[in-house]
Structures are given as C-alpha cells and as structure tokens.
C-alpha cells in the first residue's frame, strides 16, 4: 500500500522549514518537498540580522536556513527533492505528482514562496548570466572592482546594494521614484556609503552588449529623456542586479485553489479555500513578507494542520 503522510509541505524556505518542525515535534509523519536548493528567498540573502536569536552582526541567508533545516530534520522531518507538476487536494488523502514519485498525504501546507520579478527591459532574457542578474550573493564576485546598478528601491534593492559595495567599485541604484521605500536604517547606511550613488526618478528601458551586457538605458519617467550608460573602456563590461519585488509561485495552484492577486488567500490561522490544506510565507496574501512572518505562518500552519488531523 501507498504510504500517506500526515503533513506534506511544499517548499523549504523560513515557512516550510518552520512548518517541517512544529510537524515533526508534534510526531506527525512530515515530508517537506523542495525542488531546489533550501531556503527560498533568504537562499539568496547575503545577510539577514533582522530574524530574532541570530547573531546580533548578523548572518548569511544560507547559514540561517541551514540551522532551520537541521533542526528540522532532528525531530524527524523526511526531505524530498523533487519538483511538484500537478496536485489533486480535493479529497481526504491529497495526491502530489512530483517528476520522480507520486506524494500522499492528509494535510498539505503550501509554502512555495515568491521569485524574483524580472526588471522588465528590452534585451534582458539575453543578458541574464552575463550581466544581469537577481542575486548579490551568488554573482558579486564577479563585478569586483566594476560598476554595477541596482533597479529597485525597497529593502531588498538597498540591502544587497550595500552588500555590493564590498565587491564593486561604485554602486548606483536605479530607482522609479525620487525616495526609498527601504526601511530607514538601511536608507541612512545607504546615503552614507561613499561607493553608493542613486539615479531617481528612472527605470531601466533597455540594455545592451556584445555577449556580455555593457549598456544600460534609463529613462527618467519625469522628463521621459533617455540616458545610455556604458562601461567604462577598460572594463568591457556592467553590472545590473533586479531587485524590483517578487511574483509568487502560485501557477501550480491556479486550478485548485481560489487566488487573490495572484497570492493564496488564508484565514488567520493559515487555512485556505480547502479542508486539510494550508498555505503559509511569501506565497500567501498578506502586507509583513519578513523571515519572521513566513516562519510564524509555518508554525500555525502545523498545528492547525494537527488539529485538523484530530
Ligand atoms: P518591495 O518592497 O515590493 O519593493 C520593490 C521595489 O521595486 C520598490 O521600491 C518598487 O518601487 C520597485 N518596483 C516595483 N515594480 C517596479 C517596476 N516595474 N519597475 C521599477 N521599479 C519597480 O520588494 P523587496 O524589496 O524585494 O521586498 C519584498 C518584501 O520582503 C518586503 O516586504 C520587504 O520588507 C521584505 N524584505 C525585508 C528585508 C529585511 O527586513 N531586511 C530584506 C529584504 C526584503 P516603489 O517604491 O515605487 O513601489
């Protein structure tokens, strides 16, 4: 007979892993399903200090969801990699069909996250690996001592620009209005970092290169005048990182569950439209998408998901 979970949970980042462990505590028979590396969002974070009990300098996002995961997995959590390709969360026992194995389970708590929404120019699906790209800690050293440009405004533009500035020679951050949305601390550690510079009021129209990306067009969305910076002669090449928010990974769920904005819609305590199915983190409609949210959302996530197996 085909094994039944109690708890599926697709997706290992902050929400998933959090989930994994309040499951597995509460003995419930816990399968977290990733197709990548663990982590989600945070995967990519170079640094976060914000999450309560880190190390008060801070740590990378790899380094904290690491603990997660082996605190997770401690307590008995079973770990698939596998990517999901079609759900049936209907009935009783839901069915995931994965590319290497069919998935039982009674509860399924849906924490697959968000990816990183393209910057939206011309040319930039040609560019993306050499040039351009969506995360600082995995390409940063490859921009030592170049220009690079950061398109956004909000933490995650001026967090990993700052983490930047120890790679590149100057940082520019390309933002569509004339003031950060970025938390002010960060904003305040921005303004005062002598690698960093800031061209408001534009958007990234278009780039450009031979192989690798050396042009970058911006418009200034005021006066609509059109700017095209170029690398410098000596380097051959630019940097430009996208950090302009996040569309959720909710395409798998579209014909199973009602969405709001393109996000799960849950109650408070994490149930969505379907008995025995929860959804918890960046994926779900909400207004805080922090570490610590997505790990509280976990946490409600399992043990409601146990009391809906009582
Ligand atoms: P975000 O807060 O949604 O900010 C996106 C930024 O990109 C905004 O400045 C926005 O401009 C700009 N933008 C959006 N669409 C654009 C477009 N089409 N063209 C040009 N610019 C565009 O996204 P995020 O910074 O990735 O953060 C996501 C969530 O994670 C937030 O809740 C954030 O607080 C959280 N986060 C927290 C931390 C931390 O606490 N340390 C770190 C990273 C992320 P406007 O400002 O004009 O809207």
């Given at each position: 007979?085909?094994?039944i979970?109690?708890v599926?949970i697709l997706g290992a980042?902050?929400?998933g ?5 309040y ?5 419930l028979d ?7 590396q663990d ?8 640094q976060?200090e914000?999450?309560?009990g880190?190390?008060?300098e801070?740590e990378s ?5 690491a603990?997660m995961?082996q ?6 959590a079973?770990?698939a990699s596998?990517?999901?390709t079609?759900?049936?969360l209907?009935?009783?026992?839901k ?7 069919v ?13 990183p929404?393209?910057?939206?120019c ?5 560019f993306?690996?050499?040039g351009?790209?969506?995360?600082a800690?995995?390409d940063?050293p490859?921009?030592r ?18 983490y ?7 940082v ?5 209005r004339d003031?950060l ?7 305040e550690r921005?303004?005062a ?17 031979d192989g690798f990306?050396?042009?970058?067009t ?9 700017t095209?910076i170029?690398?410098d002669?000596?380097?051959g090449?630019l ?7 996040y569309e959720?990974?909710t395409?798998?769920?579209?014909d ?10 849950t109650d408070e ?6 008995p025995?199915v ?11 998408r922090?570490?610590v949210t997505?790990?509280a959302?976990?946490?409600?996530a399992?043990i409601?998901?146990?009391?809906y197996?009582?």
């Amino acid at each position: 007979m085909e094994h039944i979970y109690d708890v599926t949970i697709l997706g290992a980042g902050p929400a998933g892993l959090t989930a994994a462990l309040y499951a597995a505590r509460a003995k419930l028979d816990t399968l977290v399903i990733e197709k990548g590396q663990d982590g989600g969002q945070i995967a990519i974070s170079a640094q976060v200090e914000n999450y309560p009990g880190q190390p008060a300098e801070g740590e990378s996002g790899p380094q904290l969801t690491a603990r997660m995961a082996q605190q997770a997995l401690r307590f008995g959590a079973i770990r698939a990699s596998d990517e999901i390709t079609a759900v049936d969360l209907a009935g009783d026992v839901k069915r995931l069909t994965g590319r290497k194995a069919v998935y039982l389970s009674r509860t399924v708590i849906i924490a697959a996250g968000a990816r990183p929404r393209p910057i939206g120019c011309e040319n930039e699906a040609k560019f993306v690996g050499t040039g351009i790209s969506f995360c600082a800690t995995c390409d940063a050293p490859f921009f030592r001592g170049l220009d690079v440009y950061v398109a956004g405004g909000g933490d995650s533009a001026v967090e990993e620009a700052l983490y930047l500035t120890k790679f590149a020679r100057r940082v520019t951050v390309i933002h569509r209005r004339d003031r950060l949305r970025a938390a002010k601390g960060l904003q305040e550690r921005a303004f005062a970092n002598e690698k960093m510079a800031f061209l408001w009021d534009s958007v990234v129209e278009r780039v450009d290169g031979d192989g690798f990306l050396s042009a970058i067009t911006v418009r200034n969305v005021k006066t609509g005048e059109r700017t095209t910076i170029r690398a410098d002669g000596k380097d051959g090449l630019l940097g430009l990182f996208g950090f302009i928010g996040y569309e959720p990974n909710t395409e798998l769920f579209k014909d199973a569950l009602p969405l709001e904005k393109g996000y799960i819609p849950t109650d408070e305590d994490m149930r969505t439209a379907l008995p025995g199915v929860f959804a918890a983190g960046d994926i779900r409609l909400k207004s805080v998408r922090q570490v610590v949210t997505a790990a509280a959302d976990g946490a409600i996530a399992a043990i409601q998901a146990g009391r809906y197996l009582e």
